[in-house]
């Protein structure tokens, strides 16, 4: 296992390899460590760990397909990848989504996504 992280997120997973899996591939992480309970996700400027939601509150979240978008989160993180559009390709293909809207930022261009299980984060593409 890596270092401790001076930094990284948690994601909530009732489907955990699936979760683990989108997200390596949507934001270009390796898996560095796993168990049965959680997958450590990580990247030169990211760690993400995907923690399995315990069974008995597993058992009452239903996960539609496709996913219902979660807007009642107070936190969402964002990821840059190299190119919004093969990310968006990625998403698509693991069960997620980018949504069209793009905003613009000193020196990046960004949007919305939501992973298979309805957890809404951001990507962004460097400009420069």
Not at 3 to 17: M, N, Q, T
Not at 18 to 36: I, K, M, P, S
Not at 67 to 79: G, H, S, T, Y
């Amino acid at each position: 296992m890596p270092i401790p992280a001076r930094a990284g997120v948690f994601v909530y997973a009732k489907d955990l390899p699936r979760l683990a899996a989108f997200y390596a591939a949507v934001l270009g992480l390796r898996q560095v460590h796993a168990t049965d309970e959680m997958a450590i996700l990580a990247s030169p400027d990211l760690q993400l760990l995907v923690h399995r939601i315990p069974a008995h509150i597993a058992a009452g979240i239903r996960i539609e397909s496709p996913p219902v978008r979660r807007e009642d989160c107070a936190i969402k993180f964002f990821a840059t990848v190299s190119n919004l559009g093969d990310a968006g390709a990625t998403a698509a293909s693991l069960g997620g989504q980018l949504f069209d809207e793009l905003w613009q930022g000193p020196g990046f261009i960004v949007c919305n996504a939501m992973d298979p299980e309805g957890n809404v984060f951001q990507v962004r593409e460097s400009l420069a």
